[in-house]
């Protein structure tokens, strides 16, 4: 069993609908919560990150935490065409190295 | 700004063949990585530099070699490419490797090598 398992999809939804992607974990040491997104044959870049459980959001994002259920999840209010990416849920301990989740392909049609 | 700069952009390569892949970064960073993207797999961490000097494995290590050149410059090596290991290749660099996660760990990605060994 993977560590860090995420749905890969692929996701498509309509202009202006809310996005729920989501990622469960299986190690109860990670403290600390990211999400990249990837366009398409570009490398990954920083959206958002938390630490332990919560909420934590960022215009159009809120990134949220439940670590008694090991369960991350990213939502996307009133998407974009220029939200439709890959997004990679990433997570360490202090040891720093990240262990990421396959990634869900996202397409937001007009 | 830079940032991460990854070549080449892309290589086909036979069997048995070796290569470098070539990083380097502008930002100063002490730590520098080394990813494999395969399709289902995400990103594996193949090596690692936390800072110039020193390398360490990461999850997937078979079959390549590195080396940190200096502060800027983290090379990947396959010595006799295979099949498997056909894939996308990202570097990284972030500040500080190892300390609770802040600004200064988040990793910065290259644009990625597409590699394929026929």
């Known amino acids: 069993q993977k560590e860090v398992e995420q749905d890969p999809g692929p996701l498509s939804v309509p202009e202006g609908a809310i996005v729920s992607l989501n990622c469960t974990y299986s190690?109860?040491?990670?403290?600390?919560f990211m999400w990249y997104r990837q366009y398409s044959r570009k490398g990954p870049e920083l959206l958002m990150y938390?630490?332990?459980?919560g909420n934590k959001e960022d215009g159009r994002f809120t990134a949220q935490v439940d670590k008694s259920s090991k369960y991350i999840s990213l939502f996307i209010r009133d998407s974009q065409p220029s939200d439709s990416a890959t997004y990679l849920c990433?997570?360490?301990?202090?040891?720093?190295?990240?262990?990421f989740g396959q990634g869900t392909e996202l397409s937001v049609k007009p | 700004n830079a940032g991460v700069t990854q070549t080449p952009k892309f290589q086909v390569l036979k069997t048995g063949q070796s290569m470098t892949l070539q990083c380097a970064q502008d930002?100063?960073?002490?730590?520098m990585y080394w990813y494999r993207q395969d399709p289902g797999m995400g990103l594996r961490l193949i090596y690692y530099?936390?800072?110039?000097?020193?390398?360490d494995k990461g999850e997937v290590p078979n079959g390549y070699n590195v080396s940190r050149l200096n502060k800027r410059e983290f090379s990947l090596r396959l010595e006799s490419a295979a099949p498997s290991q056909t894939s996308v290749y990202f570097c990284?660099?972030?500040?500080?490797?190892?300390?609770?996660?802040?600004?200064?760990?988040?990793?910065?990605f290259g644009a990625g090598t597409r590699l394929s060994v026929l």
């Open positions: 930002m100063n960073h002490n730590s």
């Open positions: 938390t630490y332990s459980s």
């Open positions: 990284a660099s972030s500040e500080l490797s190892g300390q609770p996660l802040s600004s200064l760990t988040v990793q910065y």
């Open positions: 990433a997570m360490n301990n202090q040891g720093g190295k990240l262990i």
């Open positions: 190690n109860s040491a990670f403290q600390y």
């Open positions: 530099s936390a800072s110039e000097g020193t390398t």
